[in-house]
């Protein structure tokens, strides 16, 4: 795991600016301190979906909690939640279907917060590999025999893959071939390099293919469109391990509230110009044609999608889905952190 994790450390001390809000308006609790306890928080290389992690810390909403935040770069959902399982990590951020896979399969964690409870999923196409006018579900057989990169092999995008091609009466084990590619920022390299016909993928993958000509989005669940189970699966979550949260229940409540409240406040149109200059010091696009204007969209994206509630009814519906799917003894009541929003 050392290999594949890099850390640095924001503490108190080094943030720029102090956060005008600690927790939502709505939110009806006490303030919570942390004590200046670190935390330990897992974030994707050249990821947008990043954001309220460095707003978090970069506009002192972690520090208003006594909160000493480090990010760590772990590139897949799988991977953090064995570390924060093993205490080499404190909170994943992973999509819901991974998380319960994972409890159903015998690791003690637990849904802690929601980040984004919509899912943020698109199936991407390298342009001119297929050619269907069909709407979904049918449109999915086009993809026949094609070559799909995922983040890493049993990671959401994966799940999600494999509910689109059930839907659509294929076999989710033999009808494409699953590429591991990385994280987002290795994702477009790789359709460029005809190393896959396509991705599926989170941000920026998505709002790329909206505005570039190399791909298009031939299933888009931010839209609503694939499978009703998978959509209420694959939401993003915060998860944490039961051990972390026992020992640490203040801290998982002081960052709860500076999850929050990073998240109402960036959703306000007065500070944009501010997330947007956040983003920016984080990621790039690159040599993308027009990038400026599609990293403004893709933030606007983000920010407008964001909620700190969980979507309880969804995660317990794919639950009972994985049931039906793979017998096991999982209480989905048992999958969420009794504070949790």
């Known amino acids: 795991m050392s290999r594949v994790i890099r850390r640095?450390?924001?503490?108190?001390?080094?943030?720029?600016?102090?956060?005008?809000?600690?927790?939502?308006?709505?939110?009806?609790?006490?303030?919570?301190?942390?004590?200046?306890?670190?935390?330990?928080?897992?974030?994707?290389?050249?990821?947008?979906?990043?954001?309220?992690?460095?707003?978090?810390?970069?506009?002192?909403?972690?520090?208003?909690?006594?909160?000493?935040?480090?990010?760590?770069?772990?590139?897949?959902?799988?991977?953090?939640?064995?570390?924060?399982?093993?205490?080499?990590?404190?909170?994943?951020?992973?999509?819901?279907?991974?998380?319960?896979?994972?409890?159903?399969?015998?690791?003690?964690?637990?849904?802690?917060?929601?980040?984004?409870?919509?899912?943020?999923?698109a199936l991407s196409m390298r342009t001119g590999v297929i050619q269907t006018s069909a709407s979904y579900p049918t449109n999915v057989k086009a993809i026949k025999g094609l070559k799909i990169g995922v983040t890493a092999r049993g990671a959401g995008p994966e799940a999600q893959?494999?509910?689109?091609?059930?839907?659509?009466?294929?076999?989710?084990?033999?009808?494409?071939?699953?590429?591991?590619?990385?994280?987002?920022?290795?994702q477009y390299a790789a359709m460029v390099a005809k190393q896959v016909d396509g991705v599926m993928g989170f941000e920026p993958m998505p709002t790329i293919c909206e505005e570039s000509k190399l791909c298009g989005n031939l299933v888009d669940l931010r839209k609503g469109q694939g499978p009703a189970v998978g959509r209420g699966g694959s939401g993003v979550t915060y998860v944490a391990s039961k051990a972390f949260i026992e020992k640490n229940a203040t801290t998982i409540d002081a960052f709860r509230q500076a999850s929050a409240g990073a998240i109402e406040w960036a959703s306000k149109a007065e500070n944009f110009p501010e997330v947007m200059a956040i983003a920016k010091r984080h990621f790039n696009l690159g040599d993308l044609p027009d990038a400026e204007a599609v990293t403004e969209r893709l933030v606007k994206n983000q920010v407008s999608s964001y909620h700190w509630q969980l979507n309880r009814e969804g995660i317990k519906a794919y639950a009972a889905h994985l049931a039906k799917e793979k017998p096991n003894t999982l209480d989905a009541a048992s999958l969420f952190y009794s504070r949790a929003y």
């Open 161 to 186: 893959m494999r509910l689109l091609l059930a839907e659509a009466g294929m076999d989710p084990e033999k009808d494409v071939t699953y590429v591991a590619v990385g994280p987002p920022s290795s």
């Open 8 to 121: 640095f450390f924001l503490s108190a001390g080094l943030v720029a600016a102090t956060a005008l809000h600690a927790q939502p308006s709505s939110v009806k609790e006490p303030k919570i301190s942390a004590d200046d306890k670190p935390i330990r928080l897992q974030v994707y290389q050249g990821a947008i979906i990043n954001l309220m992690q460095w707003v978090m810390t970069e506009r002192g909403f972690c520090a208003a909690h006594k909160l000493k935040c480090e990010l760590v770069t772990v590139p897949s959902a799988p991977l953090g939640i064995q570390a924060i399982v093993a205490g080499s990590l404190d909170v994943v951020i992973s999509s819901a279907d991974v998380a319960v896979q994972a409890a159903a399969g015998g690791a003690p964690v637990q849904f802690v917060g929601g980040l984004l409870p919509a899912s943020p999923y």
